[in-house]
C-alpha cells in the first residue's frame, strides 16, 4: 500500500479520554485479560533468562544455549508472512486462533514432561525434547501472530490501540515480576529438575487463561481478499515491497534494531560465570526485566497514542543500545573490585531488555497498522515480522564467537550495530502525517 498524497501537519491526538462503546469495553477487556496472562505465562518460559538458564543446567555448549533462543525468538516471526496470504481470506479469525492456540499451550506441558522426567537421568534427551517442544510453542505463537492482531484492529480503534498493548505490557509486567520473585524461590528451594517442571507447568496456567481472553473477544467479519491464487499473492510481494518506501525505511530501521538480539542470551550468563552472581539470581533479573517493561510499557503507550509510534521506535533504539553498554559498564566494575556497584548495574541491563522488548512490539505494530489499509494489513504484518526472523538467529552466532572472543567484546560489536538503527529512526516519517489514499496493492 502506497501512502501518497499531501503532507498534513501532525496533531497530537485529543480524543484519548474518550468513552468506548459497549462492545469495544468488551473486546478492551477481553483483550487485556489474554495479554496479561499471556505476559505471566510467557515470565515461566523467558527466552533471555530462564530459558538460557534451564538450558545450561543441561548443556554447556554456548551454541546451544543461544539455539533455545534463536528457537524462541524465530520461531515465532517466521511462519508469520506464510500465514498472512490465508488469513487475509478469513472474514473471522476466532476459529482459526482457537485451534492453533491449543496446540500453543499443550507445547508447554510438553515442555514440563521432559524435564521433569529425563531431566536428571538422560540431560541430552531432556534438551531434545525441551527443544523440539520450545519449536512447536515458538511456531505455533507465531502462526497465530498475524490473525492476532488482525482481530485488536478490527476490535479496538486506533486511539485506543496504544493503550490497550500498554496496559497489557506494564500490569501483565507486574505479573511476570511477582512470577520473578516466585521463580527465584521455587529455583532456590525446589530441586532440579522439579522445579523447572514446576515452573512450565504454572506458566501452562496462565496460557491457558490468556486463551480464554481471546475467544471472549465479540468479533465482527471483517474485509477480505478476493479473486487471486495464493500464487498470484506471492509473486505480487515483491511490487509491494517496492511500492511503499515509508515500510521499507520502517523495516530497515527494525532490521538494524534486531541486531540486539546478537547478545541477548549471554547477559545472563556473563552475570552467572563472570560475574559470579548465584544461579537463583536469574529470579531477581527477571523481575528487573519486567520492572523494565512494566514501566516503559506505560510511557510507550501514552507517547504513540499522543504523539505517535515514530517517538516510540526513536526512544526505544537508544533504550536497545543502553543494555550492551551497561554490560560493558559492569564488566569494568567487576575489575575494579565494585562488585556491589556491578549487581546493581546488572538490574539495569535486564530492566533495559524489558523496556527495548516492550517498546519494539508496541511502537513498530502501531506503526504498521497505522500504516496499512484493513486488507493488506496481514501481509504487512506478516512481510515485517518474517523478513526480521533471520536476526534471531543471531545468539547462534553470538555463540559460535564466544568460542573465540569474549563477552565484552561481542557486547561492543552489538552496542555499535545497534546505534545505527538511531540514525535510521530519526528519520522515519510519522504516519499520521500522510494523508492515506487507500490503495488496495494485492488486487491490482
Not at 490501540?161 to 524461590?185: D, E, K, N, T, Y
Not at 507447568?201 to 490468556?210: D, H
Request: glycine share 8%; charged share 15%; with cysteine.
Amino acid at each position: 500500500m502506497q501512502k501518497k498524497g499531501k503532507i498534513i501537519p501532525f496533531r497530537p491526538r485529543q480524543d484519548f479520554s474518550e468513552g468506548m462503546d459497549e462492545a469495544t469495553r468488551w473486546n478492551f477487556s477481553s483483550l487485556l485479560l489474554d495479554g496479561i496472562c499471556f505476559a505471566i505465562g510467557a515470565a515461566f518460559l523467558e527466552a533471555n533468562t530462564l530459558l538460557p538458564n534451564l538450558v545450561s543446567s543441561l548443556t554447556t555448549s554456548s551454541v546451544i544455549i543461544g539455539l533455545a533462543s534463536t528457537i524462541r525468538n524465530a520461531g515465532y516471526l517466521l511462519p508469520q508472512l506464510f500465514v498472512a496470504g490465508y488469513v487475509e481470506r478469513l472474514p473471522l479469525k476466532k476459529p482459526f486462533l482457537k485451534v492453533n492456540g491449543i496446540i500453543n499451550r499443550l507445547s508447554v506441558l510438553l515442555m514440563a514432561f521432559f524435564v521433569l522426567f529425563f531431566g536428571e537421568k538422560s540431560p541430552d534427551l531432556a534438551l531434545l525434547g525441551l527443544l523440539l517442544a520450545l519449536a512447536l510453542f515458538a511456531f505455533s505463537d507465531g502462526v497465530g501472530g498475524v490473525p492476532w492482531t488482525d482481530l485488536v484492529a478490527k476490535s479496538i480503534p486506533s486511539t485506543r490501540r496504544g493503550r490497550l498493548l500498554g496496559s497489557m505490557q506494564s500490569i501483565g509486567g507486574i505479573g511476570a515480576f511477582v512470577a520473578g520473585i516466585f521463580i527465584r524461590q521455587v529455583l532456590a528451594t525446589v530441586p532440579f529438575p522439579k522445579n523447572y517442571a514446576f515452573l512450565l507447568t504454572v506458566g501452562f496456567v496462565f496460557l491457558a487463561i490468556s486463551l480464554v481472553g481471546t475467544l471472549r473477544v465479540k468479533e465482527r467479519e471483517g474485509a477480505v481478499r478476493r479473486g487471486s491464487s495464493l500464487s498470484a499473492y506471492w509473486r505480487n510481494l515483491p511490487r509491494i515491497w517496492r511500492s511503499d518506501s515509508v515500510f521499507q525505511k520502517m523495516l530497515y530501521t527494525r532490521m538494524l534494531l534486531s541486531c540486539f538480539y546478537l547478545a541477548l542470551p549471554f547477559y545472563i550468563v556473563f552475570a552467572r560465570e563472570r560475574l559470579g552472581f548465584a544461579a537463583s539470581t536469574v529470579g531477581l533479573f527477571l523481575s528487573a526485566q519486567m520492572a523494565g517493561s512494566i514501566l516503559a510499557s506505560l510511557l510507550w503507550g501514552w507517547l504513540g497514542d499522543r504523539y505517535g509510534n515514530r517517538m516510540v521506535i526513536c526512544l526505544v533504539t537508544i533504550t536497545a543500545a543502553a543494555t550492551p553498554g551497561l554490560a560493558l559498564g559492569t564488566s569494568l566494575l567487576a575489575r575494579a573490585d565494585l562488585q556491589a556497584w556491578a549487581f546493581a548495574v546488572s538490574f539495569l541491563i535486564f530492566a533495559t531488555i524489558g523496556a527495548t522488548l516492550s517498546g519494539v512490539w508496541i511502537g513498530f505494530t502501531n506503526y504498521l497498522l497505522d500504516l496499512a489499509s484493513d486488507i493488506v494489513r496481514p501481509t504487512y504484518v506478516g512481510m515485517m515480522n518474517t523478513l526480521t526472523a533471520p536476526f534471531t538467529f543471531l545468539p547462534i552466532l553470538g555463540g559460535i564467537l564466544l568460542r573465540s572472543i569474549s563477552h565484552e567484546t561481542l557486547f561492543a560489536i552489538t552496542l555499535f550495530l545497534i546505534s545505527g538503527s538511531i540514525f535510521l529512526a530519526i528519520k522515519l516519517p510519522e504516519p499520521h502525517n500522510l494523508q492515506s489514499q487507500s490503495v488496495d496493492q494485492l488486487s491490482s
